[in-house]
């Protein structure tokens, strides 16, 4: 039985709710479960220097946590310096996301997807990843509207979801009690039924290739969901 009473192929409940922010180009507020995640997309008509005068546009992100997206508060890193777990997580959303876009139909500029961790109760990388390509496919809708983009870069959407083996059982999109406890834990990043990136790791106990083909059966499940819920949110 899982902690959440869910079964074993059951997500989290899922929210999008877009236009949250003023300013930005593209935002929106991805719930899944208790994990809630602020993202935004940013345009910006620079491109790093390694792109200058390539005409090859460029999707980055950055990401973090509020001191008390969790149980206790945590210090900010602004504070302190990134730690490498947010290094690793905001590299995985940016290549995450640029795996999904046409760079040279999105033209020589940059757009900084920002996901902000407001409550945290696991998988809040694959939050800010869905979350993100809904931010980024609504700048791009802004581009289009302008007439700076003539085709649409963004062709599918991108999704993430968490799998992972709890008590013996691969089970779907885990929770913080889940994860803290899982023997595997992993994260499948996906556009359609197209794999982009597998994280995978044993954290208590090794698992056979029918247990990683039950999980990413799994995977294809929640992402099927998780695009369903992008595109009613993008229009």
């Known amino acids: ?91 995985l959303i940016g290549r995450s996301l640029r795996a999904g876009v046409d760079r040279v139909a999105l033209g020589e500029r940059q757009i900084i997807i920002d996901c902000d961790v407001i409550q945290a109760d696991g998988g809040t990388r694959c939050a800010s990843i869905t979350g993100g390509w809904v931010a980024l496919k609504l700048a791009v809708q802004k581009l289009m509207k302008a007439g700076d983009v003539i085709s649409d870069p963004l062709l599918i959407p991108v999704a993430a979801v968490s799998c992972g083996i709890y008590a013996g059982q691969s089970v779907l999109d885990l929770d913080y009690p889940e994860d803290s406890e899982a023997g595997v834990d992993g994260n499948f990043v996906m556009t359609g039924d197209k794999l982009i990136e597998i994280q995978m790791s044993a954290e208590g106990s090794t698992f056979s290739r029918d247990q990683m083909n039950a999980m990413m059966d799994l995977a294809d499940k929640g992402i099927a969901e998780l695009t369903a819920a992008q595109i009613a949110a993008v229009g």
């Open 1 to 91: 039985m899982r902690p959440s009473g869910r079964k074993i192929d059951e997500m989290r409940s899922i929210s999008i709710e877009v236009n949250v922010t003023r300013h930005a180009e593209g935002s929106c507020l991805i719930k899944c479960g208790d994990t809630h995640v602020l993202c935004t997309a940013s345009i910006d008509e620079r491109v790093p220097p390694f792109l200058k005068n390539s005409g090859l546009g460029w999707v980055t992100a950055e990401y973090g946590m509020l001191p008390r997206a969790t149980n206790t508060r945590m210090r900010r890193e602004a504070k302190n310096g990134q730690s490498g777990r947010t290094q690793e997580i905001q590299r």
